[in-house]
């Protein structure tokens, strides 16, 4: 289970981080969906489990340092 876990987690970040960053979109893996998207002060991910019904949020800052 651990590197199913893993494996979502660096699908959704080369999305929201990598080459070609998203400001939005969805990754389905297994049982498990994440959604998320990009503000102006911070990112919002939506988890979804299909087995237990439940869905969890979390905001995560963006931190931007002046030039």
Do not use: C, H, K, M
């Amino acid at each position: 289970q651990s590197r199913l876990l893993s494996g979502l987690a660096s699908e959704v970040a080369n999305a929201i981080f990598g080459d070609n960053p998203q400001d939005y979109g969805r990754v389905v893996f297994g049982d498990q969906t994440v959604e998320f998207q990009r503000g102006l002060d911070s990112i919002t991910l939506t988890i979804f489990d299909a087995t237990t019904g439940t869905t969890t949020e979390i905001v995560v800052p963006i931190f931007t340092t002046g030039g």
